[in-house]
């Protein structure tokens, strides 16, 4: 062999030994960048014949979404197959959630009209409607479930999205682009002129702007209603309002309270905080949450809004997402954030403003009628309820769900649907008698 036959020979062999480590290393990297898998085995989660005879079934003289029982639990897990959505995009390598199984769970015994039975069982029992679970400690997985769903699939969290605007602002805040003690029509002008006019940004977030537009889906006249047939999510048609801005811009429901006194639950409040972060940042909603938040936890997959109308998101509460995906985006509020963010997306300032900086005034006329106990403090923030134990927790319509504790670095997300005559236990006093007993105290 030739000198120069050798030295081809020698360089053809490193070459292809350099091409099979890289190979072996990326491989590597891969298989520790894919989350864990529930099961093997793909399931199809609904057959053709099923999805059309459901999509046939859907309401067409009212609310589609407004049905119970096996109609609504094939709803909530398969909206993007009959409406429009628009997208949340994912980047990166999926940011993996270790397993990090705690046997106390699935043993810990529920109290039920028939006698305790475990939590596992108790997750597959008519008792509940429960499709999905996912419980994280310390940024592991403790303990997750699907009793009616595939883990693969993306069921509606409603409004459980409200959090993710208000997300959205206080990151804005913390880079002095918003300052949540001016008006909101200060960063809007189209609604200078308009019932919300002089309302405070955080007035708007605490749901306290003393404006009579209450949820409201049988008086088709009224604030809300008209609101919600402008993006899709109340019952119209053709003569309907059509353009949420024009609308809530030009809407006059009368005050009913001071302003920062009362608490009132309306979607409205979290459009004006999507068009208020539309305004700040000069993108769609969406691609604001995709930019601040979904590409930057490792998610697994892309998320995405329900758009009915004119591509518009619903941003008070349509949210479509793996339950793991949504249990990333409640780490960002623990020590774990690390897990799935290489940056502190969620500041410090911004937890303890949730923890202790709420308007304890707001529950006042609910605590006189006992619909609110001591074990909770204030809403703040789109957050329903923070309770004295420092659990953060925001609500889905019809059985979904997200529980946060920075101090004892815990996040639960589940999701579910009401049974037909809504007979179901409320998953929230379960989960939290759960982890209150098997995490009583901070680490």
Same mark, same amino acid.
């Given at each position: 062999?030739?000198?120069?036959s050798?030295?081809?020979?020698?360089s053809?062999?490193?070459?292809?030994l350099?091409?099979m480590?890289? =190979?072996?290393?990326k491989?590597q990297?891969?298989?520790?960048?894919?989350?864990?898998?529930?099961?093997?085995?793909f399931?199809?989660?609904?057959?053709?014949?099923q999805?059309r005879?459901?999509?046939?079934?859907?309401r067409?003289?009212?609310?589609?979404w407004?049905?119970?029982?096996?109609?609504m639990?094939?709803?909530n897990?398969?909206?993007?197959?009959?409406?429009?959505?628009?997208?949340?995009?994912?980047?990166?390598?999926?940011?993996?959630?270790?397993?990090?199984?705690?046997?106390?769970?699935p043993?810990?015994?529920?109290?039920?009209?028939?006698g305790?039975?475990?939590?596992e069982?108790?997750?597959s029992?008519?008792?509940?409607t429960?499709?999905?679970?996912?419980?994280?400690?310390?940024?592991?997985?403790?303990?997750?479930?699907?009793?009616?769903?595939?883990? $693969?699939e993306?069921p509606?969290?409603?409004?459980?999205?409200k959090?993710y605007?208000?997300?959205?602002?206080?990151?804005?805040e913390?880079?002095?682009?918003?300052?949540v003690?001016?008006?909101?029509d200060?960063?809007?002008s189209?609604?200078?002129?308009s019932?919300?006019?002089?309302?405070?940004?955080?007035?708007v977030?605490?749901?306290?702007?003393?404006?009579? =537009?209450?949820?409201?889906?049988?008086?088709?006249?009224? =604030?809300?209603?008209? $609101?919600?047939?402008?993006?899709?999510?109340g019952?119209?048609?053709?003569?309907?309002?059509?353009?949420?801005?024009?609308?809530?811009?030009?809407i006059?429901?009368? @005050?009913y309270?001071?302003?920062g006194?009362?608490?009132?639950?309306?979607?409205a409040n979290?459009?004006?905080?999507?068009?208020?972060?539309?305004e700040?940042?000069?993108?769609?909603?969406?691609d604001?949450?995709?930019?601040?938040?979904?590409?930057k936890?490792?998610?697994?997959?892309?998320?995405?809004?329900?758009?009915?109308r004119?591509?518009?998101?619903?941003?008070?509460?349509?949210?479509l997402? @793996?339950?793991r995906?949504?249990?990333?985006f409640?780490?960002?509020?623990?020590?774990?954030y690390?897990?799935?963010?290489?940056?502190?997306?969620?500041?410090?300032r911004?937890?303890?403003l949730?923890k202790?900086?709420?308007?304890?005034r707001?529950?006042? @006329?609910?605590?006189?009628?006992? @619909?609110?106990?001591d074990?909770i403090? $204030?809403?703040v923030?789109?957050?329903?309820?923070? $309770?004295?134990?420092?659990?953060?927790?925001?609500?889905?319509?019809a059985?979904q769900?997200?529980?946060?504790?920075p101090?004892?670095?815990?996040v639960?997300?589940?999701?579910?649907?009401?049974?037909?005559?809504?007979?179901?236990?409320?998953m929230?006093?379960?989960?939290?008698?759960?982890?209150?007993s098997?995490y009583?105290?901070?680490?």
């Amino acid at each position: 062999m030739s000198d120069k036959s050798f030295i081809i020979t020698v360089s053809v062999f490193f070459l292809s030994l350099f091409f099979m480590v890289g =190979c072996a290393e990326k491989q590597q990297d891969e298989a520790q960048s894919e989350p864990s898998v529930i099961s093997e085995e793909f399931r199809s989660a609904s057959s053709v014949s099923q999805t059309r005879d459901q999509i046939a079934r859907l309401r067409k003289d009212d609310i589609w979404w407004t049905v119970n029982g096996r109609d609504m639990a094939w709803n909530n897990k398969n909206l993007h197959r009959f409406m429009p959505t628009v997208n949340l995009y994912r980047e990166g390598q999926v940011k993996t959630l270790n397993d990090a199984t705690n046997p106390e769970i699935p043993a810990f015994k529920i109290e039920t009209p028939e006698g305790p039975i475990a939590f596992e069982d108790f997750l597959s029992s008519d008792y509940t409607t429960n499709m999905a679970v996912v419980i994280l400690h310390k940024g592991k997985i403790a303990y997750e479930a699907y009793p009616r769903q595939e883990p $693969y699939e993306k069921p509606v969290f409603w409004s459980v999205a409200k959090v993710y605007a208000s997300s959205i602002i206080a990151i804005l805040e913390d880079r002095g682009e918003i300052d949540v003690s001016k008006s909101i029509d200060h960063y809007i002008s189209e609604l200078k002129g308009s019932a919300f006019e002089g309302v405070s940004i955080r007035n708007v977030l605490d749901m306290a702007t003393g404006i009579e =537009c209450a949820e409201e889906y049988v008086d088709k006249e009224s =604030c809300y209603y008209r $609101y919600s047939m402008s993006v899709g999510d109340g019952f119209y048609d053709e003569s309907s309002p059509d353009n949420p801005y024009q609308l809530l811009a030009s809407i006059t429901p009368p @005050r009913y309270a001071e302003q920062g006194t009362d608490y009132q639950y309306s979607g409205a409040n979290t459009f004006l905080l999507s068009w208020l972060i539309e305004e700040v940042t000069g993108l769609p909603y969406q691609d604001a949450v995709s930019k601040e938040i979904w590409n930057k936890i490792g998610a697994e997959s892309d998320g995405s809004f329900l758009a009915p109308r004119y591509g518009v998101p619903i941003t008070h509460g349509g949210l479509l997402a @793996r339950p793991r995906d949504v249990a990333r985006f409640g780490l960002l509020f623990t020590p774990s954030y690390k897990t799935v963010s290489d940056e502190k997306i969620i500041s410090d300032r911004y937890i303890n403003l949730i923890k202790s900086g709420g308007n304890e005034r707001l529950f006042d @006329r609910y605590r006189s009628l006992g @619909r609110v106990n001591d074990e909770i403090k $204030y809403p703040v923030y789109q957050w329903d309820m923070i $309770y004295t134990n420092n659990d953060f927790y925001k609500s889905g319509w019809a059985g979904q769900g997200l529980l946060v504790n920075p101090d004892k670095d815990t996040v639960v997300v589940y999701t579910g649907y009401f049974n037909d005559d809504q007979s179901e236990m409320d998953m929230l006093p379960v989960l939290r008698g759960l982890m209150n007993s098997i995490y009583p105290d901070a680490d």
